[in-house]
C-alpha cells in the first residue's frame, strides 16, 4: 500500500499523560499536513511542512502542541500535557507542491485520540 | 476557523436519485476541492477544479464554480447506497498552501 499511512489508529490515554502520532506520507509527496477533526466538523489546519520546514501553524496549535518532519520523509506530532479538549481525530495528508493551480491531497485513515 | 459552508446539512434520497450538495467560501481560491469521507475513516479526494474552470466531470460526479459567487456545487448523478458517506468542500486560497475545510454534507441513500 503506497498510501498515506498513521500510527497508532487509536490511542486512549489519560488526562496529563503524552502522546506521540506518526504519518508516513506517500514517498514523492513534499508537502504534509496535520488536521485535527471532532464529530460532526470538517478537518481543521494545524500545521504543514514542506519538505523538513515547517511553513504554516494555525493559531489554534497551542504550545502544548508540536510537530516534526526530520529528513523531509515521515512526521510526528505530540501532544503534551493532554487534555480532554484534544480529544479527536488526528488526520493527516500529503500533495505534491505544484507551481500553479495546487493538487489534490490524499489523506491517512487517521488516529483516533481519546483523553479520559 | 472554517471557510466553506455546505448546503444542506444532511441529506437523505433515494437509490438512483441525484444529489446536489453547494458550498459556498470567502476569500479568494486557486482550487476548490470535494472530499468524501465514510464514517469513522479519512477523506477520499474527489475532484479539484481549479479558479479559471467552471465545470468538471468524473464518473457520476459533476462539479461546478462560480467564483463571482463564491460558490460551488456538487452533483451526484444516480446515487447509489455506497454513496453514503460525509461530503467536504475544502478551498486552497489564492497565497496560501493549506486546505480549509467546510463542516460538510452528511448524505443517506437509501436502496
Known amino acids: 500500500d503506497t498510501g498515506v499511512s498513521q500510527d497508532p489508529r487509536h490511542k486512549i490515554t489519560k488526562r496529563g499523560q503524552n502522546v506521540t502520532f506518526r504519518c508516513d506520507p506517500i514517498?514523492?509527496?513534499?508537502?504534509l499536513y496535520w488536521y485535527r477533526q471532532t464529530l460532526g466538523q470538517g478537518p481543521e489546519f494545524l500545521t504543514y511542512?514542506?519538505?523538513?520546514?515547517?511553513?504554516?501553524k494555525s493559531r489554534l496549535l497551542s504550545d502544548r502542541f508540536s510537530a516534526e518532519r526530520p529528513k523531509g520523509s515521515f512526521s510526528t506530532l505530540e501532544i503534551q500535557r493532554t487534555e480532554q479538549g484534544d480529544s479527536a481525530m488526528y488526520l493527516c495528508?500529503?500533495?505534491?507542491?505544484?507551481?500553479?493551480?495546487?493538487?489534490?491531497?490524499?489523506f491517512g485513515q487517521g488516529t483516533r485520540l481519546t483523553v479520559v | 476557523s472554517q471557510q466553506g459552508e455546505e448546503d444542506p446539512q444532511a441529506l437523505s434520497i433515494q437509490e438512483g436519485e441525484n444529489a446536489t450538495m453547494n458550498c459556498s467560501y470567502k476569500?479568494?481560491?486557486?482550487?476548490l476541492q470535494w472530499y468524501r469521507q465514510n464514517s469513522g475513516r479519512g477523506l477520499v479526494h474527489l475532484i479539484l477544479?481549479?479558479?479559471?474552470?467552471r465545470e468538471k466531470h468524473s464518473g457520476r460526479l459533476r462539479v461546478t464554480l462560480d467564483t463571482s459567487k463564491k460558490s460551488s456545487s456538487l452533483l451526484i448523478t444516480a446515487s447509489r447506497a455506497a454513496d453514503t458517506a460525509s461530503y467536504f468542500c475544502?478551498?486552497?486560497?489564492?497565497?496560501?498552501?493549506?486546505?480549509?475545510f467546510g463542516a460538510g454534507t452528511i448524505l443517506r441513500v437509501k436502496s
Open positions: 495528508a500529503s500533495s505534491l507542491a505544484s507551481g500553479r493551480g495546487g493538487t489534490e491531497a490524499f
Open positions: 514517498s514523492e509527496h513534499n508537502r
Open positions: 511542512f514542506q519538505n523538513e520546514a515547517q511553513l504554516e
Open positions: 476569500t479568494s481560491i486557486n482550487n
Open positions: 477544479i481549479r479558479s479559471n474552470e
Open positions: 475544502a478551498t486552497a486560497a489564492l497565497y496560501g498552501n493549506k486546505l480549509v
